[in-house]
């Protein structure tokens, strides 16, 4: 366990401090100190990520990351505690306490029960723990919470004599777990209820939207509180009419909730929070006097309109908005107004939804209000089709609804209010659509949400999610673990090189977001051909590898510091294979590189292993793979030669081999070899020279990548030898061929002939 906070000592509760070697757990800082570097996560819906990340900005949060599912931040509890009463787009603020690995739930106990919580909770406090995963090697999010619970109640009642009341609706202490892969982090959750609940609305109708997606897509439409002018012509309860008058007015949404945040955490100083209450009551009452909001809801029911008007004056600024029931009449133009925002009814929300109503309204609208921009609420597959002449649109969730927020700038181009201010200052997020993009995102979504679920049940953490799919987005795009590596084709020397720039930019800004990952978690590299045609395998960049599992077996991989990753993801089923067949065999492994295929033969039970590289860097990083599964010492053999020299001379060992994987490169030139290896030229003398080194029933697995590649059936005839073509046998999900796809690599099994 990584602690990433450490708060103020056990006090007067009469817990027994915990050793300094208890568990995994480190101090990061002496306890008692202001917990002025604290690290916080702030959970947003998709897509309000940015406006989220706009908000923390303004209330003084320190190191900054947006990430798919809220922003990573950092400062004191007083700032966590400010976002907390003023997030409008934020769902929960968490303070993050620790970091851990764990690969299954007993070690998830025990990670977590090394974290002092008596620095934390009470025993007469009360918990509730959540967890969240991606991913996760622990599957059952169920058993990870139980056992999570079971760890804090067992911590605390070993230390304090005392086990924590658990209370899962309204806990003093709600205690967060997320698990990605094989990591997790812990949290307490600082907001402890949701920061939706603005308590103005009791009965929201048949459809309402949230509080804070109102909110936050307000910010991505452009309202500017300081020229507040909105009209919502499908007003219902009155939401986006509401929220845009609190924010005009200055109100902290925390101000409306009747629920404090979770003051019993033992880190937070007494008084704190009220403080930060104090202020925000001062903002509030000064600006209090406002008259000039033009905020006006309108509805065909009236029953939803007596509904508005009721939450405005439970939020009290029903002096401030108007609510009318009608509809905005187009032949009526009204120029004052400066946005239009609006979530229409549509088929998954309520009855009805026809695409050219939805378009025949939005039409009027425009209209009706020509100097506005309208922005509306839109399903993903009605925006398809509503949008083709929208100037901007953000990808969005409303509920379990993918929808996208669809902007129209004015009818008549005037972009600019009577007082010749621009009209939308505050726009925070909106992007302009290409076709080519978000058909590689969508492309991207529906790909990795059916390979996820593939490799959880087969335990694999690293696998292919998208090859150049859509033509124009030319990259390649694979998952490892909890990071994401991204090789983009160099583009043709006739594209511009701004067009391209353009695309990838473009194309890397949604990645985030479609794969839900953190940017810092994404590597992104360009495949390009150095002189001489070699492939250039190095970055720059200082390495960091880490491991993933696939199956049985454990790899280490780098993404960082080379182009290559140290593990070809299209040898998987090669791999499983090779391990079926390898026991009680000897193994050779040829152009070995990382040892993937050794590692597979040795977990499956090969008594001897020989691999056979001319890098030293890959020998090393093969001994690691084979440390990884504990194995290593004289019979599992590392030689550093040309393969090609090393067959030579093993020809004089006759029935040396039972299992040989060769997976040579089309062409290399490497120092310390005698001459250049080309797989079309060598290929039929190397396996012949290694035919002479198999036993009788054994068998050479042999790989190419060549595109065209034929088999030297005669040469391998002559030497007594017999091919027969496997590519496609042990073909994987994240590998698909077909439509003009041919498949990653052909497969060849070699044996000798039986004797006549």
């Known amino acids: 366990m990584v602690p990433m906070v450490a708060v103020r000592g056990s006090g007067t509760c009469g817990c027994v401090e915990p050793p300094a070697s208890a568990g995994a757990w480190r101090a990061t800082a002496d306890r008692g100190g202001t917990m002025s570097d604290t690290t916080f996560f702030a959970v947003a819906a998709r897509g309000l990520e940015p406006v989220v990340r706009h908000e923390l900005a303004t209330l003084g949060a320190r190191a900054i990351e947006q990430v798919a599912g809220g922003v990573r931040f950092r400062g004191d509890l007083g700032v966590g505690l400010a976002a907390c009463l003023w997030l409008r787009a934020g769902s929960r603020v968490l303070v993050e306490i620790g970091r851990f690995e764990a690969t299954d739930p007993d070690t998830l106990y025990d990670e977590l029960r090394a974290i002092p919580w008596e620095d934390h909770v009470l025993p007469s406090s009360s918990i509730a723990v959540r967890t969240t995963s991606r991913r996760a090697t622990i599957g059952h999010t169920g058993f990870a919470t139980l056992r999570a619970k079971d760890a804090v109640v067992d911590r605390l009642r070993d230390r304090c004599g005392a086990r924590p009341r658990v209370d899962k609706r309204a806990p003093d202490v709600p205690i967060a777990v997320h698990l990605s892969g094989s990591r997790g982090t812990v949290y307490v959750d600082l907001s402890r209820f949701s920061l939706h609940r603005r308590n103005y609305r009791q009965d929201g109708g048949v459809a309402p939207i949230k509080e804070h997606l109102a909110a936050g897509l307000l910010a991505l439409a452009g309202f500017d509180p300081s020229r507040p002018q909105l009209d919502d012509p499908c007003c219902g309860a009155g939401t986006f009419v509401v929220e845009a008058a609190l924010w005009a007015l200055d109100v902290a949404p925390g101000l409306l909730r009747t629920e404090d945040p979770a003051l019993a955490w033992r880190a937070l100083e007494p008084g704190r929070f009220e403080a930060c209450v104090a202020e925000a009551v001062a903002r509030r009452d000064a600006a209090a006097g406002r008259r000039d909001l033009r905020v006006r809801g309108f509805d065909l029911d009236p029953a939803a309109v007596a509904r508005a008007r009721v939450a405005a004056e439970r939020a009290?600024?029903?002096?401030?908005?108007?609510?009318?029931?009608?509809?905005?009449?187009?032949?009526?133009?009204?120029?004052?107004?400066?946005?239009?925002?609006?979530?229409?009814?549509?088929?998954?929300?309520?009855?009805?939804?026809?695409?050219?109503?939805?378009?025949?309204?939005?039409?009027?609208?425009?209209?009706?209000?020509?100097?506005?921009?309208?922005?509306?609420?839109?399903?993903?597959?009605?925006?398809?089709?509503l949008a083709a002449d929208a100037a901007t649109v953000v990808d969005v969730r409303n509920g379990p609804v993918r929808c996208r927020l669809v902007a129209f700038e004015p009818a008549d181009a005037a972009t600019h209010g009577s007082d010749g201010r621009a009209s939308s200052p505050r726009r925070v997020a909106l992007r302009t659509s290409d076709p080519d993009i978000e058909a590689f995102v969508a492309r991207l979504r529906k790909r990795d949400a059916h390979l996820s679920k593939w490799a959880r049940r087969a335990g694999v953490e690293a696998y292919r999610i998208y090859d150049a799919d859509v033509p124009a987005v030319a990259m390649v795009i694979e998952r490892y673990g909890p990071r994401v590596c991204v090789w983009e084709y160099a583009p043709p020397a006739d594209v511009p090189a701004d067009k391209a720039a353009a695309r990838r930019r473009a194309a890397l800004e949604r990645l985030p977001e479609a794969l839900e990952v953190a940017p810092s978690d994404i590597v992104f590299k360009v495949r390009r051909r150095a002189r001489g045609g070699r492939v250039d395998g190095t970055t720059g960049r200082p390495a960091r590898p880490f491991v993933v599992r696939e199956g049985p077996f454990r790899f280490r991989v780098e993404l960082d510091a080379r182009l290559d990753t140290g593990l070809y993801l299209d040898h998987r089923g090669t791999r499983a294979h090779l391990a079926q067949v390898a026991r009680g065999s000897r193994f050779l492994n040829l152009f070995a590189y990382t040892g993937s295929a050794t590692v597979a033969a040795a977990v499956g039970g090969a008594v001897e292993t020989v691999s056979v590289d001319l890098s030293k860097t890959y020998l090393a990083w093969l001994e690691d793979n084979l440390a990884l599964a504990g194995l290593g010492g004289s019979s599992h053999r590392t030689v550093r030669a040309d393969a090609m020299r090393y067959v030579e001379e093993l020809g004089r060992r006759r029935h040396a081999f039972d299992v040989v994987f060769v997976d040579p490169p089309t062409f290399s030139a490497s120092k310390g070899m005698s001459k250049n290896f080309d797989v079309t030229r060598d290929h039929g003398t190397l396996i012949a020279r290694l035919l002479d080194a198999l036993s009788p029933e054994g068998r050479i697995y042999f790989a190419a990548h060549k595109r065209g590649f034929r088999l030297d059936d005669a040469t391998i005839a002559a030497a007594g030898g017999f091919a027969e073509e496997w590519t496609g046998r042990f073909r994987q999900p994240d590998f698909p061929v077909g439509k003009g796809r041919p498949p990653p690599h052909r497969l060849f099994v070699i044996r000798r002939k039986a004797p006549r």
């Open 316 to 385: 009290q600024v029903a002096d401030h908005v108007s609510f009318e029931v009608g509809a905005i009449d187009p032949s009526v133009q009204d120029s004052d107004v400066a946005l239009v925002v609006t979530n229409p009814p549509y088929g998954k929300r309520l009855s009805g939804g026809d695409p050219a109503a939805l378009s025949g309204m939005i039409g009027g609208i425009r209209r009706g209000r020509p100097a506005a921009r309208v922005c509306v609420l839109l399903p993903e597959a009605t925006a398809r089709g």
